[in-house]
């Protein structure tokens, strides 16, 4: 006889039904899976193609005013006019995210971008090239504090970390690659284009990086009760430009009077602005108290100014050292930068890997490692004038350090903020990292070129490392703001009942 037992038949169709269902939950995480990793590789690739359009037109700069006949002036606002309208913009472009939804901003940054590349591309003149420069930075703009914004939204926990990881990673090889890329692109002459393909490559990258946007990020539509807040945004334009000009132009011109006034007006336009979103509280302001009031997040902002500041105008003094001091080419320059954006990369992408706890400290032994890292390039310059093994080994491992600090500060930073107000914080933490970057530019370009009065290799190496101890001298200050930061959590976190 063939008996069936009711029980084992019903218990069996249930496991199959519970074997099936696992199998598609398991392929719906997988899918899932993929389709994050595919959005966070797009993100990455707008970030990247951002950053490298900051420095590849300084390696092409020569070609530029030689084909084009400009002035020195007029070449300046080339390379620095994306710079400015980027700085300008970005606080802006993040409101835009939060107004208009963050992916299809991104897309339509991506579109503007990359048509702007290809008018800077085929620019007939001067005046054509620097107005698409101009428009180009503010695209960018637009696009850039997407990149973060989504990130918030899309990962959370050690995925998270791993995405900041990556993003951190970027911004170092971007920079890197800018002035690689830059040097092999004007010497290979393209047909005969000279400096025009290091805009005209990023119209196919732009193409393929719009369509695939529009295919696979999530279009969540935007808060419409998120305000544009214009006076707001008229007020931080105008403290952000005021700052952001004349450290981008003051010191190539010598630091004219207009240069000194407008950073005079920094600080009642800052007051200005204070103002007007204390008053403004109740009416969504630009900056709301929820991110600037986040626990830590003005410290961290701190902390972020001098490590990016520190870092970026020892990068610019070791370019003028080499270039005008060692009489290096920019290709050649821009390869020895690769130990530096190695060392930054590997620590933005391996900090995670330890345990929570000892995160916060990667800020302050960063700084710690950094301060010393530049005594001791400092010293091999006056022992040996080129860059000798000791040196490119030593940048190696101050720019890991960097890198192991720039992570967790970005993570903390964003920890506290709650997700609705992710496009803001983005926003101003892009601010921050390019004001930091523009500051070092200023100051440590300043005090190299105060010491340099002839172009001999002694005396390049000599206010190359001057400059160096002020940087070290930058990060032991930020080494302690980071203490006062650990102190008051800790602080905080003891007087909760």
């Given at each position: 006889?063939?008996?069936?037992?009711?029980?084992?038949?019903?218990?069996?169709?249930?496991?199959?039904?519970?074997?099936s269902?696992?199998?598609?939950?398991?392929?719906?995480?997988?899918?899932?899976r993929?389709?994050?990793?595919?959005?966070?590789?797009?993100?990455?690739?707008?970030?990247?193609?951002?950053?490298?359009?900051?420095?590849?037109?300084?390696?092409?700069?020569?070609?530029?005013r030689?084909?084009?006949?400009?002035?020195?002036?007029?070449?300046?606002?080339?390379?620095?006019?994306?710079?400015?309208?980027?700085?300008?913009?970005l606080?802006?472009?993040?409101?835009?995210?939060?107004?208009?939804?963050?992916?299809?901003?991104l897309?339509?940054?991506?579109?503007?971008?990359?048509?702007?590349?290809?008018?800077?591309?085929?620019?007939?003149?001067?005046?054509?090239?620097?107005?698409?420069?101009?428009l180009?930075?503010?695209?960018a703009?637009?696009?850039?504090?997407?990149?973060?914004?989504?990130?918030?939204?899309?990962?959370?926990?050690?995925?998270?970390?791993?995405?900041?990881?990556?993003?951190?990673?970027?911004?170092?090889?971007?920079?890197?690659?800018?002035q690689i890329?830059?040097?092999?692109?004007?010497?290979?002459?393209?047909?005969?284009?000279?400096?025009?393909?290091?805009?005209?490559?990023?119209?196919?990258?732009?193409?393929?990086?719009?369509?695939?946007?529009?295919?696979?990020?999530?279009?969540?539509?935007?808060?419409?009760?998120?305000?544009?807040?214009?006076?707001?945004?008229v007020?931080?334009?105008?403290?952000?430009?005021?700052?952001?000009i004349?450290?981008?132009?003051?010191?190539?011109?010598?630091?004219?009077?207009?240069?000194?006034?407008?950073?005079?007006l920094v600080?009642?336009?800052?007051?200005?602005?204070?103002?007007?979103e204390?008053?403004?509280?109740?009416?969504?302001p630009?900056?709301?108290?929820?991110?600037?009031?986040?626990?830590?997040?003005?410290?961290?902002l701190?902390?972020?100014?001098?490590?990016?500041?520190?870092?970026?105008?020892?990068?610019?003094?070791?370019?003028?050292?080499?270039?005008?001091?060692?009489?290096?080419?920019?290709?050649?320059?821009?390869?020895?930068?690769?130990?530096?954006?190695?060392g930054?990369?590997?620590?933005?992408?391996?900090?995670?890997?330890?345990?929570?706890?000892?995160?916060?400290?990667?800020?302050?032994?960063?700084?710690?490692?950094?301060?010393?890292?530049?005594?001791?390039?400092?010293?091999?310059?006056?022992?040996?004038?080129?860059?000798?093994?000791?040196y490119?080994?030593?940048?190696?491992?101050?720019?890991?350090?960097?890198?192991?600090?720039?992570?967790?500060?970005?993570?903390?930073?964003?920890?506290?903020?709650?997700?609705?107000?992710?496009?803001?914080a983005?926003?101003?933490?892009?601010?921050?990292?390019?004001?930091?970057?523009?500051?070092?530019?200023?100051?440590?370009?300043?005090?190299?070129?105060?010491l340099?009065?002839?172009?001999?290799?002694k005396?390049?190496?000599?206010?190359?490392?001057?400059?160096?101890?002020?940087?070290?001298?930058?990060?032991?200050?930020?080494?302690?703001?980071?203490?006062?930061?650990?102190?008051?959590?800790?602080?905080?976190?003891?007087?909760?009942?």
């Open positions: 006889m063939n008996v069936q037992n009711p029980n084992w038949a019903r218990s069996g169709s249930n496991g199959s039904f519970a074997a269902g696992a199998s598609a939950d398991c392929g719906r995480d997988e899918s899932k993929i389709r994050k990793g595919i959005i966070l590789a797009l993100l990455l690739v707008a970030q990247f193609m951002a950053v490298l359009d900051v420095t590849i037109v300084n390696v092409a700069s020569p070609a530029v030689s084909d084009l006949h400009t002035s020195g002036s007029v070449l300046q606002l080339i390379v620095a006019g994306y710079t400015v309208a980027y700085s300008t913009l606080i802006t472009g993040a409101r835009a995210g939060d107004r208009f939804g963050h992916a299809r901003v897309a339509i940054g991506v579109l503007c971008f990359t048509l702007m590349s290809f008018i800077c591309g085929m620019a007939p003149n001067s005046f054509f090239l620097v107005l698409a420069r101009l180009q930075g503010a695209s703009a637009f696009m850039v504090p997407q990149v973060m914004s989504l990130i918030q939204r899309t990962f959370e926990g050690h995925g998270r970390a791993r995405a900041i990881g990556l993003y951190g990673a970027v911004i170092a090889i971007g920079a890197i690659c800018g890329v830059g040097g092999l692109l004007v010497g290979a002459n393209i047909l005969h284009l000279v400096w025009r393909p290091i805009f005209l490559v990023n119209v196919p990258i732009g193409v393929a990086l719009f369509a695939l946007v529009l295919g696979f990020v999530p279009r969540r539509g935007g808060d419409s009760a998120r305000s544009f807040d214009l006076i707001g945004v007020c931080l334009m105008a403290t952000v430009a005021s700052f952001v004349p450290l981008v132009f003051g010191p190539g011109l010598g630091w004219p009077v207009w240069s000194i006034v407008l950073l005079v600080v009642p336009l800052a007051v200005l602005s204070a103002w007007h204390r008053r403004a509280s109740g009416r969504d630009i900056l709301s108290a929820e991110v600037v009031g986040a626990r830590g997040f003005v410290w961290l701190l902390f972020m100014v001098l490590m990016q500041s520190s870092y970026a105008g020892s990068l610019l003094a070791q370019a003028l050292h080499f270039e005008a001091g060692l009489g290096l080419s920019a290709l050649h320059t821009g390869l020895l930068f690769i130990t530096g954006g190695v930054f990369a590997l620590g933005s992408l391996t900090w995670r890997r330890f345990p929570t706890w000892i995160h916060t400290y990667f800020m302050i032994g960063g700084m710690l490692i950094g301060a010393a890292g530049y005594v001791i390039m400092a010293w091999s310059l006056r022992t040996a004038t080129d860059p000798a093994s000791l490119l080994t030593v940048n190696f491992g101050l720019s890991a350090a960097f890198g192991y600090g720039f992570g967790p500060i970005l993570s903390m930073a964003l920890s506290h903020v709650p997700l609705k107000f992710a496009g803001s983005s926003g101003v933490l892009v601010s921050t990292l390019q004001i930091g970057q523009l500051l070092g530019i200023a100051v440590y370009g300043s005090i190299y070129f105060a340099v009065h002839n172009t001999s290799a005396e390049s190496a000599g206010a190359f490392a001057h400059t160096l101890y002020w940087a070290a001298l930058a990060c032991v200050v930020g080494a302690l703001a980071g203490l006062v930061f650990i102190r008051m959590i800790r602080v905080k976190e003891e007087a909760r009942p």
